[in-house]
């Protein structure tokens, strides 16, 4: 089952890391369908932290946060070929991510939508 999302409504899109030497941090750009904003994404023993900056984003907005965290991971899920079941990334997610865990139940919400 599909949602039918209102036209006008700001939207994660894709998110693009442009590398550079540093083992750190890397720099991103997150693309959304109302805008787009650069953002330091910091390295992790797990990989890039692009949840916190991403999160931060759209909470300084006052965009709808969980819809488009639903929205990233589907794309993560989708780019990176992950092929488990979108509930449990979700959950992986919200393990890793204090901002995520924030966020978790309503996320799994919008989940149950799609």
Known sequence: MRVRIPPGLPMFQE???NYNASKTSQSCILIDSE??????AV???TGLDI????????EERE???PFNLVKLCVYLNE???????????????????ILFAKYKKDTEKYFVLL
Not at 35 to 40: A, G, K, P, W
Not at 51 to 58: G, H, Q, R, V
Not at 79 to 97: M, Y
């Open 51 to 58: 949840f916190t900056p991403i999160i931060k984003i759209y």
């Open 63 to 65: 965009l709808n946060v």
């Open 15 to 17: 998110y693009i890391v």
């Open 35 to 40: 805008f787009e904003e650069n953002f330091i």
């Open 79 to 97: 780019r990176f070929l992950f092929k488990i079941p979108l509930k449990e990334v979700i959950k992986s997610f919200a393990k890793e991510n």
């Open 43 to 45: 390295s992790t023993p």
